[in-house]
């Protein structure tokens, strides 16, 4: 019998945004029959399947708390669901920190706290959000447009992260590093997005540049201790993860630093990694279906 994996987009993405057509393509010469579906579809029976693969559900940051409740209710869900409600708001940055783990410098803004803001150009976010959205980038005499935004994201009850910007990103763009079932599988580069770049059609995301890229020692070895560090605080080790995407950038000290880590939603850069990712990807997909 073929296992059946579902691959789950929204509403707006209902079959994610064409980067897994290759991963599918691979499942089924494995044996591994997928399909798409919406999360929130009411006529959706997520129960009977083998495994329900989270790849397109961008639109969780308007409504996270109905999202997480279904994920909870989703027997084989990957990435689980412990996962994801960590995952799903930026907070996680400061575990990383203080795991030990360098990131790009965050300050968390609680609606109603007082920003310190950088000396410098620097980004204000919404700590819950995807696709870039809700991001803005000042320079650090535009204190008044980012207290305006910060408001703004505040009167919705959203918490803000303020980082500085890291000026290398222009020139060197971010470079996201791709775990399969706990191994490396490839690297892809991402152009600065905050610089006026058009949203998609979908109105999800802002549309991204990408690259083919070999990461250098020093972004592998960090993307692997990211890695360990999350694995070892949901305790079913590297494995189950089923994938991983860490988003690392050069400071202007010349090191690399965590910027994002991507667990529930990411795109994983199936088109710029050539077939052999999507052969990884299924051969992780048939581990998991056989734990």
């Known amino acids: 019998m073929r296992a059946r994996a579902i691959l789950v987009g929204c509403a707006g993405l209902p079959e994610g945004d064409g980067d897994e057509a290759g991963a599918q393509q691979a499942l089924a010469e494995v044996g591994v029959g997928t399909r798409w579906a919406v999360w929130d579809d009411p006529d959706e029976d997520f129960t009977d399947a083998d495994l329900v693969i989270l790849r397109a559900t ?5 409504r996270r708390d109905a999202f997480l409740d279904w994920c909870a209710s989703v027997p084989s869900l990957r990435n689980d669901v412990d996962v994801v409600r960590w995952n799903t708001d930026k907070a996680y940055l400061l575990d990383l920190e203080n ?3 360098p990131i790009v410098p965050t300050r968390l803004v609680a609606p109603g ?3 310190e803001w950088p000396e410098t150009e620097f980004v204000v976010k919404p700590s819950v ?3 870039s959205r ?3 980038r000042f320079a650090a005499d535009e204190r008044e447009q980012a207290e305006t935004h910060l408001r703004s994201l505040h009167a919705d009850g959203r918490s803000v992260l303020v980082q500085p910007y890291q000026r ?3 020139s060197e763009g971010e470079t996201a590093l791709v775990f399969f079932g706990g191994a490396y599988s490839h690297a892809f580069t991402k152009g600065a997005m905050l610089t006026g770049a058009a949203v998609d059609e979908s109105g999800l995301f802002v549309t991204e540049k990408l690259g083919v890229t070999q990461p250098e020692a020093a972004y592998r070895a960090l ?3 990211v890695l360990d560090a999350v694995a070892g605080w949901f305790g079913a080790g590297r494995s189950g993860l089923l994938y991983a995407r860490i988003d690392l950038v050069r400071t202007d000290d010349g090191t690399p630093a965590v910027l994002e880590v991507e667990l529930a939603e990411p795109s994983l850069g199936f088109g710029q990694a050539g077939p052999g990712a999507a052969v990884r990807f299924a051969s992780a997909v048939r581990r998991d279906l056989r734990r």
């Open 99 to 101: 795991a030990g783990i």
């Open 113 to 115: 706290a007082e920003p």
């Open 134 to 136: 809700g991001a803005a």
């Open 129 to 131: 959000g995807a696709g």
């Open 223 to 225: 993307a692997e201790d």
């Open 168 to 170: 290398t990103v222009d």
């Open 58 to 62: 961008w639109d969780y940051s308007a």
